[in-house]
């Protein structure tokens, strides 16, 4: 058979003839993604077409929930350290991955109640409110109680980094550091305050918000921070949200697989503010 090019022919510059093809020695696509061993890491416990489709969102969930850790973590680091502007890309990140996050609901709601009961028996007590990629984002974010530890308490590599992330300042707590240091009048009380605690309002930290929000010249990072933050806690809301109604299209009102009462708690969930003080002073501007 007569080679197209010709005897001797290069390639075309844009000829996919030109790419390298020979990887008995060089690191590949797939070796260097591990794609053997992700492929190995789906593996279904029933027959039930729909359970890849189960896995495969949950998969790339978590792979999504560990970026968010990451680039919350590497932001925080850069806030404690007084520096605003690379945390702001950082966070933005942040957003653009919890927009992927919330995507997969959309995916997942292609499964019917029908379909889901084929295979849910089949792993026992296993839940997403086990998830510790989950958790660290929340507690990342302001939301922590000590009873979300326990899940992990078999596992010290998963149980220990919750552990610091129950007892370390959350973004909101640095970010009210960086208030302060800027001479916003942030009180000791909100400064000290017991870090496991639920974020509540408080009316000194709404006025020094509202210092910022009302001369965004003047503190221009920090009011691009606020707003930052404010996409990053919206955004957590509607992946909530669609998480709520994604279960309710699926199961009704029947208990979560963890033992939690499913819809009511996911319902319950959402009225968690992270960032208070950045949600009431829209209205006291």
């Known amino acids: 058979m007569t080679c197209p090019l010709g005897a001797g022919a290069t390639p075309d510059a844009d000829a996919p003839e030109r790419a390298h093809t020979d990887f008995s020695r060089d690191l590949s696509y797939g ?19 729909d359970e890849h489709l189960f896995i495969a969102v949950h998969h790339v969930s978590e ?17 404690e350290a007084g520096i605003t502007d690379a945390p702001l890309k950082m966070l933005t990140r942040v957003v653009r991955a919890q927009e992927q996050l919330t995507n997969a609901w959309e995916v997942l709601k292609t ?7 084929q295979f849910r028996h089949a792993f026992g007590q296993a839940s997403g409110f086990q998830s510790q990629g989950y958790r660290m984002v929340e507690f990342l974010l302001g939301n922590r109680r000590p009873t979300m530890l326990r899940p992990h308490a078999h596992r010290p590599d998963l149980h220990s980094p919750l552990q610091d992330a129950l007892h370390g300042p959350s973004v909101y707590d640095l970010t009210l550091k960086l208030l302060h240091a800027r001479g916003l009048d942030v009180p000791a009380e909100v400064l000290d305050r017991d870090l496991t ?25 920090l009011y691009e921070l606020a707003e930052k ?14 998480h709520l109604t994604t279960v309710e299209r699926t199961i009704g009102f029947k208990p979560g697989s963890g033992g939690t009462s499913g819809v009511g708690y996911l319902r319950g969930a ?10 009431e002073v829209r209205t006291r501007l």
């Open 31 to 49: 070796d260097y993604l591990h794609l053997d061993e992700l492929r190995a890491a789906h593996q279904p416990v029933t027959d039930a077409h």
């Open 111 to 117: 499964m019917t109640p029908a379909d889901y009961l």
């Open 229 to 242: 933050l404010l996409d990053v806690e919206d955004n957590f809301r509607r992946w909530r949200f669609n």
């Open 197 to 221: 605690a639920k974020p509540t309002l408080n009316e000194a930290v709404l006025q020094a918000w509202l210092t910022v929000y009302r001369d965004p010249e003047t503190y221009w990072d």
């Open 63 to 79: 792979v999504w929930l560990s970026l968010i850790v990451r680039e919350l973590q590497a932001a925080m680091k850069l806030l």
């Open 270 to 279: 959402l009225d968690t503010v992270l960032f208070p003080e950045l949600w």
